[in-house]
């Protein structure tokens, strides 16, 4: 039985509720931080191979595991029209393997070494993941590789993967997320076909569809390879020599898409069975460097004042997100509470002190300690700083990948520059404000 897409929608508010409050949760929990770590010792490279795909890595040879992010930075949106799901299917079927490495044997070899696998389209990529043991890594990573850069596209899998996505579909629904709603209120509008596509539109797709999307995108240029953990460069590097199959891209053969900007300001109201709120402002690429402590700051007393001294919201986080290559500083909560009529105004207000109000030096204290705390896990987090990379990388933007821009950590920042920051930032044009609320309308 198909689901009220509002309820599928409060279904995933609740899920992201919980994660958001299971995450407060670790960082109060853990132990003892063991001392700031170095930025440095987190920050990833990034290199242009010959062929013209782009190698990110973070690694750390003495780590247990490894991770491999093949990305291809096309999605559903570039799915032709009547054959929405091509981007989602092409995955699944690649994923049954090459002339010489089956899928099925592929997955067992995972299996059998203890990882993990799984592939991801959204929007903008697709997404091919492999997680492993550091000592069994760079055999399954090679034959990931080439099973992704020369797949069989077996047309005698075709309908099997569309009754697959069907089942999907079923039982997960087709509607947006909380994150996908976002995104697509600040940039004009349903932005992207529905990923699953549906059953005609999937039912239209021939092999000849498919392999000519594959052409088209799979491109060396259109590629990013994000590896982190428990190998060595030069290990990547032979192991990408021997497994990619894609011939190199020729000078200019596929351009970047051009950064949309987000439509501002944003201000809607919905009503729900819930309250779920994101309330931020769109931030500057001059500022983008400056935006985590920031972040780091208003999380503090966001959490202080709604989350401890008045309990009114279930979940909350604080972060800098980038959407379509744009930054946003956003405020995200959710909340069962009589009051939460008011977060809205607590949330502005929030936001407004850090125009008036500098870090107190107890609060200095308190986002330092944090920030050590965060940082000497995420040392060690090899698989989660490889998700985080991906994330990153998969983006729209216009030019190459700045590795500065990666994994910023929030520094301290002269006394002042968070004030200057928030005045230069939190301005109406800026303004971004999306509300689930049960009072609305």
Known sequence: MRTNP???LAGRALLLALVLLSTVSLARGRGKARGA????????????????SELVLALRPQAAWASLHYVVRTGSRNDPGGKEGLAHLL????FHGTFDVRGDDFQLAVKAAG???NGLTS???TTYVLEAPAESFLPLAEQLVRIVTSPKLDPRQLQREVEIIGTESQYFGQGPGFHEHLEDTLFAGPSSRTILGTQQTLNSITREDLAGFYTRHYTPANTSIVITGGVKREEVLGMLERSVRLPPSRPGEYKPAPVPPPLLPIEQTTRAYFSLIAYGYAVAPKDQGLCPRA??????RLLRSLHIEEPMTMGMEVQCMTLRGNTFLMALAFSASINSSTLPDRMQLAFAGLAKEPPTAAEEKLVDRHIQRAYAQREEDDLGRGTELAREVAQPRSGP???????IPPTRLPRG?????ARRTFVPDRQVVVNFSPFAG
């Open 37 to 52: 770590v170095e930025a440095s010792s987190l920050r990833p490279t990034v290199e242009k191979l010959p062929d013209g």
């Open 6 to 8: 509002l309820w599928r």
């Open 417 to 421: 520059a968070v004030r200057d920051f």
């Open 123 to 125: 929007a903008h990529s």
């Open 295 to 300: 972040a780091a700051l208003l999380k503090l």
């Open 401 to 407: 990948l700045n590795p500065a821009r990666l994994l």
């Open 91 to 94: 995955e699944h079927l690649i």
């Open 115 to 117: 990882g993990s696998f």
